[in-house]
C-alpha cells in the first residue's frame, strides 16, 4: 500500500496570506488527523477528520480550519498567516483495528515571512 | 486529560552501548502507548506500541519498551547502539480504545546522538 501523501512539500507564505495544505491518506484509512510540530511547542494535535465530520479538535484559533473529502483526503487550511504559524505540519491516517496506531505523512514545512 | 514526560532533551551514547530513553505518562484512562521515531525532514515512523496483553513489546530495528502500570512508565531501550539509530524519539499516548478519540498526545521528543 503506498503510504501517506501530503503537498506541498515546502511553501513558503506571507503574513496575511492563506494557505491550504493537502493529505492523502493510506487507502482504506478514513481518519486523518494534522499535527503541527515546531521547536518550541513540539508536536500539537490540530484536529481528526473521521467521514467526513471533524471528531476532535485541538486548542488552536479558529484560523486554522479543516475538511475531508469523500474519498477520506484531507484539507487543512490557515488564514491571515502569522510568523508562528511557520512549522511542520503533519497529516496522519488511522483504520479502525488499527489501535489508534496512526501513520504518518513526510509532512510540509510552511515558512512564513 | 493525558500527558507525556520525556525527561531529558538530548541523550548520547557510544555505539554498541545500551539505549535508554525515558517516558512517563498520565492518563484518566487505561491508555494506549507509542514510541515513534523521526528522522531529520521526515515524517514520523512508529517503533512499536503497546494496547493490551503482554507488557514488553517489541519494535523495529531492536528497540523494545515495557509498560510498568504502577510507574505509569514506557522506557524505550535498544541492547546495543547502531549509528543509524541517531535521529529524533517521541513517546505518545491515547485513550486505550479505538473509536471517538484516537488523538495522540506527544512528549516534547529525546534527540539520540551516538559516538563512534
Known amino acids: 500500500k503506498a503510504g501517506v501523501t501530503q503537498t506541498p512539500r515546502y511553501l513558503i507564505k506571507t503574513r496575511g496570506q492563506q494557505v491550504t495544505l493537502s493529505c492523502s491518506p493510506i487507502?482504506?484509512?478514513?481518519?486523518v488527523s494534522w499535527y503541527q510540530q515546531t521547536p518550541g511547542q513540539g508536536l500539537q494535535f490540530l484536529f481528526e477528520?473521521?467521514?467526513?465530520?471533524?471528531?476532535n479538535k485541538g486548542n488552536f484559533p479558529g484560523r486554522f480550519s479543516g475538511r475531508q473529502f469523500s474519498n477520506s483526503r484531507s484539507e487543512m487550511n490557515v488564514s491571515t498567516l502569522e510568523l508562528g504559524d511557520s512549522a511542520l505540519y503533519l497529516c496522519?491516517?488511522?483504520?479502525?483495528?488499527?489501535?489508534?496506531?496512526?501513520?504518518f505523512g513526510p509532512g510540509t514545512r510552511l515558512t512564513v515571512l | 486529560a493525558q500527558s507525556v514526560t520525556q525527561l531529558g532533551s538530548h541523550v548520547s551514547v557510544s555505539e554498541g552501548a545500551l539505549v535508554l530513553l525515558r517516558c512517563n505518562y498520565s492518563?484518566?484512562?487505561?491508555?494506549?502507548l507509542f514510541w515513534y521515531v523521526q528522522y531529520p525532514n521526515q515524517g514520523l515512523q512508529l517503533l512499536l506500541k503497546?494496547?493490551?496483553?503482554?507488557?514488553l513489546v517489541k519494535g523495529i530495528n531492536g528497540f523494545e519498551a515495557e509498560f510498568k502500570k504502577s510507574e505509569t512508565s514506557f522506557h524505550l531501550t535498544k541492547p546495543s547502539a547502531h549509528m543509524s539509530d541517531a535521529a529524533e524519539y517521541f513517546c505518545?499516548?491515547?485513550?486505550?480504545?479505538?473509536?471517538?478519540?484516537?488523538?495522540?498526545?506527544f512528549g516534547k521528543g529525546i534527540t539520540l546522538s551516538v559516538r563512534p
Open positions: 496522519a491516517s488511522s483504520s479502525r483495528d488499527s489501535h489508534n496506531e496512526q501513520f
Open positions: 487507502s482504506g484509512h478514513r481518519s
Open positions: 477528520y473521521f467521514s467526513e465530520t471533524q471528531r
Open positions: 492518563s484518566s484512562v487505561p491508555p494506549y
Open positions: 503497546y494496547t493490551t496483553g503482554a507488557t
Open positions: 505518545a499516548v491515547s485513550d486505550g480504545y479505538t473509536g471517538a478519540n484516537s488523538k495522540l498526545t
